[in-house]
């Protein structure tokens, strides 16, 4: 069972998300915070492994609660969860420990889901936000560390497709009439599947014309210092 903590000053996104909790049935809510302190108090008493968290909030905000949370207790993850897309927001939760970033209209079957991928420590960015962050990678000026950073998300959703495919395979080896009467659990299994590979594909082509990238900006640097040598050497010849 998945112990999840809800923290958001607004108790109508608390009810919301309450709901989509409640019907699942590996999902345990263990409570709901109004702000980053009250969260770090319950998560003293319940150790929760999964915390969604808002980032306004007063007293203590989200991201200055996640710093906290992150580096004291290790053993629980938190998935910020936001009406805000802006760049700033998305770089400040990375930076500060976050295993993933959502916004608040997210789908209840995605938002479960994210948690679940969150729980196996893989990294979560809700749709929009991954090629919002891949633009912004490509007009980064520090692109060998943003590729190699897109790099470890990669191996990290490998691993994840990787293992829902094993579990995918195991299903259908126990049920050879799995076609003909799929149940819930198999449908959001190949859900998880198709959605996970596209985010692969598209994360590996950016890499990929990263990489391109970098290695013509090293080329063009090469010249500009043979350039630089041989006229330097031609002024010198003229004195």
């Known amino acids: ?4 903590l809800i923290v958001d000053d607004q108790k109508t996104v608390q009810e919301i998300i309450k709901s989509y909790i409640e019907e699942e049935s590996g999902l345990e809510l ?20 999964i915390v969604l968290m808002d980032i306004e909030m007063p007293i203590l905000d989200g991201l200055s609660a996640t710093k906290i949370i992150t580096e004291k207790f290790i053993d629980t993850s938190v998935l910020i969860i936001s009406v805000h897309n802006e760049d700033t927001y998305l770089n400040s939760a990375l930076q500060v420990g976050a295993k993933g970033y959502l916004k608040k209209n997210t789908p209840a ?14 990294f979560q960015l809700g749709p929009g936000l991954l090629e919002k962050y891949l633009h912004k990678v ?19 959703q ?27 659990n198999q449908y959001s299994l190949e859900n998880q599947y198709a959605n996970l590979e596209q985010q692969v594909n598209y994360l590996s082509s950016f890499v990929k014309k990263l990489n391109q990238r970098v290695g013509f900006l090293q080329q063009f640097g090469v010249l500009i210092t043979l350039c630089c040598v041989i006229l330097g050497i031609l002024l010198l010849a003229t004195l």
């Not at 000026?141 to 990290?156: A, F, T, W």
């Open 1 to 4: 069972m998945i112990k999840v």
């Open 109 to 122: 079957k995605e938002l479960v889901n994210a948690i679940y991928s969150a729980y196996k420590g893989y």
């Open 30 to 49: 263990v409570g709901c915070a109004e702000n980053g302190q009250e969260a770090i108090d319950l998560i003293q008493a319940h150790r929760p492994n």
């Open 158 to 184: 490998s691993k994840l497709l990787e293992n829902l495919n094993t579990d995918y395979s195991r299903q259908s080896r126990r049920d050879p009439h799995s076609q003909d009467r799929k149940s819930k």
């Open 138 to 156: 490509t007009d980064s000026q520090s692109n060998s560390q943003e590729i190699e950073q897109l790099k470890s998300v990669i191996l990290q």
